[in-house]
C-alpha cells in the first residue's frame, strides 16, 4: 500500500495506514431512479394557430375602423350637399 503512487514519498507503516484510512461502504436503499422530461409548451401547428388567431383579430379591427372612418365621411358629405340644397331651396 505504501508503494501506491498516492502514498509515495510519506513512508508510511501499516499501522499508520489502518490508523489514518477509512473504509466507507457506501449503498442505496433502494434502487429506484425518476425520469424527468422536457416538453415543449407549444408545438408548431399551435404557435401558428394562436398567431394567425391574433392577427385576424388585429386585421378585423383595421378593417372595421375604416370601413367606420369612410362611413362618417360619406354621411358628413351627405349632410353637406343635403344643407347646399336646403339653402338653394330657401333663395328661390
Do not use: W
Not at 508510511?12 to 449503498?27: E, H, K, M, N
Not at 372595421?64 to 362611413?71: H, K, P, R
Amino acid at each position: 500500500m505504501s508503494q501506491h503512487s498516492k502514498f509515495k514519498g510519506r513512508n508510511l507503516t501499516v499501522s499508520q495506514l489502518r490508523d489514518g484510512l477509512v473504509y466507507l461502504d457506501i449503498f442505496y436503499s433502494d434502487l429506484n431512479y425518476v425520469d424527468i422530461q422536457t416538453t415543449p409548451a407549444y408545438d408548431f401547428f399551435a404557435l401558428v394557430c394562436d398567431c394567425s388567431g391574433a392577427l385576424g383579430l388585429i386585421l378585423g379591427g383595421t378593417l372595421l375602423t375604416i370601413v367606420e372612418i369612410l362611413q362618417f365621411f360619406l354621411q358628413l358629405l351627405n349632410i353637406i350637399a343635403t344643407s347646399a340644397r336646403f339653402t338653394r331651396m330657401q333663395r328661390r
